[in-house]
């Protein structure tokens, strides 16, 4: 007879195989189409607020990798707050201005020049929507639930509202100037330029080795014949000289020449010798560059003027000689590395790129290409030029003329650092909880090193600066002018701003006594755009209700520099305590190899591939298995063991769902009545569920899952399931021990549906689909009421024997392993095993009945005996071939006499 059908094995039409990339765009249409979010967060209303602030990727492009990452943990780390029952509404963010997207609607064939720049920005405002747009969609894909129906963007209205609103109280407050820094600088336009209107060229430049008279040495140097050496391929900056810069952690040679006693990179030497055509050479000592700060030279060209020796952290060994000229009014590095050592901001060429008057007769009138020449011939008149070459190299541009442009200071606008320094560092030290720990370091050097942040840009796409100058140049800087184009932006939006006239903008019957004629000028300036998303705390927190400070904000290590750190400034500025209570970040994703991904190499990964191959559960369980704290990795082969790893957790719900098939919540047996192994089961998944809290209390996911699937892997499939099939399977249907046994797998299903929900949200969801235990059940997973701690008496006994017990189940398996390996048994139901216990698991006996089915064994036989028996761990044991018949059925063994019509008694009874 065929026993095959009279067993009830398991059903479920939950399938093996995920077919993710298939299922889940089904479920992204649900959520979407039955508003799940909203039902989400509307579920927790009144409870306890955790304001989680998301940083807004910039909107341009596909999200790539690094982006899923930090958006997939960011939903998870949400759906586990939500699911601890706190109100999580979350409004997602996109960065929409600044030069990219400037840059790109060129590049489809929008002619800037041609058009008006209210025009212009019309045209961004387009192409930024539809990148957000599209990005949605990619993050929609990957299962994220969030207020996409109400997102924050930078442009929109009521964000640049109160963009000025915070700009207004900072300039108010003293917090905003004007000043001076080296911007790019058009002569032949007579107009600084954005990087968008800059192309780049290659032209042939003068390059030359200057040498400096040391002035005063400070006591280190002997004679008055030391000089050090600079490099430059603009000679006519040199009349601009205020510094000679050192890296400080650098080593620096005095070497005598003919030429003198030269100061230049000790690893340089050699080579610069050859280059300056020097015979003599001999090192006469080795500095630090630090050693050497503070010295003074004599400018080579002005005699009456002294430049200072520096350290910056910006020389390289690259090229020249590891002293770099140093001119404050013609580059960043220069600007602020002098602004460090408190030097002026000077310069000497004027709007046309002329050499002003301070450069003296020679030069005065000259262009700045003549005067390279001019300044060349000087300074080897005057025995100061060791060196000129000529070099083609590439070289910045007018985009418009076509001419070559320089870098020249002009006046930008500023927000004060030092007046909000110590403020910010306390901040940091004493109020935000940093929970990468290097992180606070970080940040605080960066505040305590950083100086005034510039917050103007010479660019047409972003937030105007929102100053009016009276006709004597005095900028208008009163709450009265900010509040009204506050509203002005919330009711038109920043275009405004560029569509009408100052006297449209300003308040109505404005008048000023520094315009006695009623004369204004507004700014033709925007702001960074990191001012932009570092007052999204304003623009979304305040703004829509949700409060200020937010519990966490969690954004990529870059940020320290970034988001974090702008944030910071602005919101401290506006609302004396930092816009975060804590802050957490996750390192960039690399390649399986641990190199950076670039397009030149090759090696990028593309999420949307990923998802579209494995599925987006299998990427959301990557992003919570890695240690996303540190830098990750991903490829195939890592994908491969997270799919393998993923089937490994589908499979065991699966086991649980089809066992359950026949089960209902009227079947459940009270735990009191259960067997003292189903308890300590339900006592282990207390376990579970405690660390499982506790690791995603902390943001520690790779450890939520990994007690996960340990869990399934090393209990609950490896021992419990394994066992119980045989009572699942052949026991009659409405058998008690059957019903206690399914009910262990009831309460296991349920929780775990609940605890992989945050990860696996698609999986999940379709686990819940099928569950059919419950007379009701919520709508979606994610309604469902949390998991909560079973209730088992004895709950620490229970754990400490069959914890013994397992030892004492590894020790029998290793003797049943020998079996098998000797091929004297194919399998383990057909041994017998007998076992001496150790005085220290004594205990264990009360087991004995239940060993033979808990080992999956024929018979176990205990005895005070053991000879004949191998030493264990825990007993002495010995594991042999059982003489007995197999019950067809069953396929458990037994004496011939044991049997009734062929059959075991269990059988034959559920066969009646």
Known sequence: ????????????????????????????????????????????????????????????????????????????????????????????????????????????????????????????????????????????????????????????????????????????????????????????????????????????????????????????????????????????????????????????????????????????????????????????????????????????????????????????????????????????????????????????????????????????????????????????????????????????????????????????????????????????????????????????????????????????????????????????????????????????????????????LLPEGYTNEHSPNGIFKKEKDIMDVWFDSGSSHTGVLIERGLGYPADLYFEGSDQYRGWFNSSLIVGTAAHGQAPYKTVLSHGFVLDGKGNKMSKSLGNTVDPVKVVNQYGADILRLWAASVDYQSDVRISKEIMKGISDNYRKIRNTMRFLLGNLNDFTSADVVAIKDLEEVDQFMLAKLNELMKDYKVAMDHYNFADAVQSITNYFTNLLSSYYMDFTKDVLYCNKFNDTRRRQIQTVLYHHAKTMMKLISPILVFTAEELHDHWNCDDHKEESIFLEAAPTLFEVENEEAIVEKFTRFLALRDDVMKALETLRADKIIKSNMEAKVTIALKDEYKELVSLQDSMKQFFIVARVVLTADTEGLDEYETSFVKAEKFAGTQCPRCWNYYEEDELVDGLCPRCADAMK
């Open 1 to 504: 007879m065929d026993y095959k059908n009279t067993l009830l094995m398991p059903k479920t039409d939950f399938e093996m195989r995920g077919k993710l990339p298939t299922k889940e765009p089904k479920y992204v249409q649900r959520w979407q189409d039955t508003n799940m979010y909203e039902k989400v967060v509307k579920m927790n209303e009144g409870k306890e607020h955790f304001v989680f602030h998301d940083g807004p990727p910039y909107a341009n492009g596909n999200m790539h990798v690094g982006h899923m990452l930090n958006k997939i943990i960011k939903d998870i780390i949400l759906r586990h707050k939500g699911m601890e029952g706190y109100y999580v509404p979350y409004i997602p963010g996109w960065d929409t201005h600044g030069l990219p997207i400037e840059n790109a609607i060129q590049k489809l064939g929008v002619d800037r020049k041609s058009m008006s720049t209210a025009a212009f920005r019309e045209k961004c405002y387009e192409y930024a929507l539809k990148q957000v747009e599209k990005q949605m969609e990619q993050c929609y894909r990957v299962g994220t639930f969030a207020d996409y129906k109400h997102p924050y963007l930078t442009l929109n209205k009521e964000f640049e509202a109160r963009q000025v609103e915070v700009f207004g109280k900072m300039a108010l407050d003293g917090l905003i100037f004007k000043g001076l820094k080296p911007v790019y600088w058009s002569p032949s336009s007579e107009s600084a330029l954005a990087e968008a209107e800059v192309e780049y060229h290659d032209v042939k430049s003068p390059t030359i080795y200057v040498k400096f008279k040391v002035k005063d040495s400070k006591g280190l140097l002997e004679g008055d014949d030391n000089y050090f050496v600079i490099w430059t391929t603009t000679p006519w900056t040199i009349p601009a000289n205020l510094a000679i810069c050192l890296n400080p952690d650098y080593t620096y040679a005095l070497v005598k020449s003919e030429k003198g006693n030269l100061i230049v990179l000790e690893e340089l030497v050699d080579s610069l010798w050859e280059t300056f055509k020097l015979e003599e050479k001999e090192v006469l000592k080795t500095f630090t560059g630090k050693e050497l700060e503070y010295m003074t030279c004599v400018h080579p060209l002005y005699p009456e003027r002294e430049s200072l020796v520096i350290n910056g952290d910006h020389v390289t060994t690259e090229s020249g000689t590891g002293c770099v000229h140093t001119a404050s009014g013609f580059g960043e590095d220069d600007f602020n590395i002098c602004k460090k050592y408190n030097l002026p901001v000077y310069v000497n060429v004027d709007e046309h790129g002329r050499m002003m008057e301070d450069c003296g007769e020679w030069l005065a009138g000259q262009y700045v290409d003549d005067a390279n020449k001019t300044v060349t011939m000087k300074l080897d008149e005057l025995g100061m030029l060791l060196n000129l070459t000529f070099i083609t190299h590439s070289y910045p541009h007018d985009w418009r003329t076509k001419k070559p442009i320089i870098f020249r200071a002009t006046d930008q606008w500023f927000c004060s650092i030092d007046k909000i320094r110590d403020k910010l560092l306390d901040e940091i030290d004493n109020k935000v909880e940093w929970l990468n720990e290097w992180g606070q370091v970080r940040i605080h050097n960066m505040i305590r090193d950083r100086q005034d942040w510039c917050i103007s840009r010479q660019r047409t796409w972003g937030v105007p600066i929102p100053i009016f100058y009276c006709e004597d140049g005095t900028p208008i800087m009163e709450k009265e002018v900010f509040d009204h184009i506050s509203e002005l932006f919330r009711e038109y939006g920043s275009n405004v701003w560029f569509e009408r006239d100052e006297k449209d």
